[in-house]
């Protein structure tokens, strides 16, 4: 997820610019998850996992890539398995992420707009039909 509204505007090159959400979800391979009735956005998924993973790792470069997954640490442990399961760091906090959010869409009258897309969207963000 993007958890920093800023990461996310500076990551699609949104400053400044007038764009729409269904649009710039649309273009970029993102979706929306409601967390605590905040829509976040996130890359899309595939039946593989996330739309963006190809076989050497992640597609997308380092300044694009969402947060969550920039602060993610691998379980050494898992490494070997074929499915490497990762944690955030302890103070990782979610609440204040979706406050940022909250903020960011109400400052920019987005928050209606945002939730009635993360509501057309099935669980790997494709329109539901």
């Known amino acids: 997820m993007y958890l920093d509204p800023s990461q996310f505007v500076q990551a699609w090159e949104l ?3 007038k764009w729409k959400l269904v649009e710039v979800l ?3 391979h993102l979706s929306l998850k409601i967390c605590m009735g905040i829509p976040i ?13 190809g076989k050497d790792g992640c597609l997308l470069p380092r300044h694009k890539r969402p947060l969550e997954c920039l602060l993610l640490i691998p379980k050494v442990e898992t490494l070997l398995e074929g499915e490497i399961r ?17 903020e960011f869409y109400q400052e920019r009258n987005l928050l209606e707009e945002a939730l009635l897309v993360a509501e057309t969207l099935d669980p790997l963000g494709n329109p539901v039909v």
Do not use: S, T
Not at 43 to 49: D, H
Not at 86 to 102: A, M, R, S
């Open 26 to 28: 649309e273009a970029c």
């Open 41 to 53: 956005p996130l890359p899309k998924f595939l039946a593989k996992g996330c739309v963006f993973l």
């Open 86 to 102: 990762c944690v955030l760091p302890q103070g990782v906090d979610f609440l204040k992420c979706f406050d940022c959010w909250k």
């Open 15 to 17: 400053e400044g610019k």
